[in-house]
């Protein structure tokens, strides 16, 4: 039997959303999300073809959508960015800042530029993106939302970069929260562990022997889809969500728990007497 949708079409209508890395991946699953629930979507990429696509893509689906060229590198960029959104579409109520770089490198082997660069488009992108959109938000009720991950409270080896990068965006979210709150201006983060059909886990897991061993390891037992990924972002921009801002919700199966094969589980005998 098929569970209800909590949302139905039409709950965003009136209301306009901006999303960051939105040309594919989880960030465009989140974007189309709040499209195909009637809001008004704008996005971003540094590929005009690419964020182009995806835009037509929502529309092709009944959705509205604009794709903008910004690196969220640039501020400037990222600025002009929600200017254009907010002059198409009205004051953004929700923000999604899902840009990431990442790969699998040991500290010794990776260079500096490339560890300054995923911190660049983690870290300071996620800052440019909250920052350039404080005077477009529709205050109070506007919803920000940052892309981490579970590398920023559990470190994973060959992921220095990312770790230290996801855990600045952690504690910019929550600072923020602090400092937009009384504006009513709620902001959050979303930390999605292994995802089906992404870019990352197809670098992660290029085979199916990865993959089992993986899945073996969640508490779950299977990866999650970007759909699950974009109903968190929808509920913490809901009014289901009015009173939760600097939270750091996982979505990931269980991965931030640790190893729950059945290999990692010694039974100790039970005590006699």
């Known amino acids: 039997m098929a569970e209800p949708d909590l949302y139905a079409a039409g709950a965003f209508t009136g209301r306009n959303v901006f999303v960051a890395g939105g040309s594919g991946g ?42 903008l060229v910004a690196d969220v590198r640039d501020y400037a960029a990222v600025e002009a960015a929600f ?16 840009a990431a770089g990442n790969f699998l490198a040991p500290v010794i082997g990776m260079s500096a530029n490339a560890f300054r660069t995923v911190v660049e488009i983690d870290l300071i992108g996620t800052f440019n993106m909250f920052r350039a959109s404080w005077d477009h938000l529709r205050k109070p009720g506007a919803s920000l939302i940052a892309i981490t991950a ?3 409270r559990r470190p994973m ?7 230290a990068a996801k855990a600045g965006v952690d504690l910019l979210t929550q600072t923020l929260a602090m400092e937009w709150g009384p504006a009513g201006v709620r902001v959050n983060a979303i930390a999605p ?59 990931d199966g269980g991965s931030i ?14 005590a006699a007497g």
């Open 26 to 67: 989880i960030n465009l699953a989140i974007g189309a999300r709040f499209a195909e629930l009637g809001a008004k979507v704008a996005l971003i990429s540094r590929s005009a073809e690419r964020i182009a696509a995806a835009a037509q893509g929502i529309a092709e689906q009944g959705g509205t959508a604009i794709g």
């Open 83 to 98: 200017a254009q959104a907010s002059e198409a579409h009205g004051p953004i109520d929700v923000v999604v800042s899902g």
């Open 150 to 152: 579970g590398q920023a």
């Open 157 to 163: 080896m060959f992921q220095a970069h990312a770790c």
């Open 193 to 251: 562990g292994p995802i089906a059909d992404t870019e990352g886990m197809a670098r992660l897991a290029p085979d199916a022997a990865k993959t089992a061993a993986i899945k073996q390891r969640l508490a779950l037992r299977d990866y999650g889809a970007k759909r699950d990924v974009a109903d968190m972002a929808v509920f913490l921009s809901s009014r289901h969500a009015a009173n939760v801002t600097g939270a750091i919700i996982d979505c």
């Open 257 to 270: 728990l640790g190893d729950a094969s059945a290999d990692a589980l010694t039974v100790p005998a039970r």
